[in-house]
């Protein structure tokens, strides 16, 4: 269970090409699942990161990103979090401290 609302903050800037509603394709989100697991262990080191994940982007509709759960965004987080992972963006998502039930 996720504990508070959740926040997100993108480290990134550029606008996506795809028009808006048009849907992502297979190969985008098998790329970006690939560079989630192999660089998985590194994003975890990201100070407050709890977890990892790929789904839309909130800060561009129509993109695909990796996305860094941590307990809250600090300056330290959004300084060790990389702007993309093997060309794949890399966004935080702050979900407050997370509980198991």
Do not use: C
Request: charged share 20%.
């Amino acid at each position: 269970m996720v504990g508070g609302s959740a926040t997100q903050a993108s480290t990134t800037s550029t606008s996506s090409s795809k028009a808006p509603g048009q849907p992502f394709q297979a190969s985008e989100v098998a790329k970006a699942s690939l560079a989630k697991r192999v660089h998985g262990s590194r994003l975890l080191t990201i100070p407050e990161a709890v977890g990892h994940a790929v789904g839309k982007s909130n800060s561009h509709a129509n993109r695909i990103v990796i996305k860094v759960l941590v307990e809250k965004i600090t300056r330290d987080t959004i300084k060790a979090t990389p702007k993309t992972i093997d060309g794949i963006h890399v966004e935080l998502w702050e979900v407050g401290k997370i509980t198991a039930y």
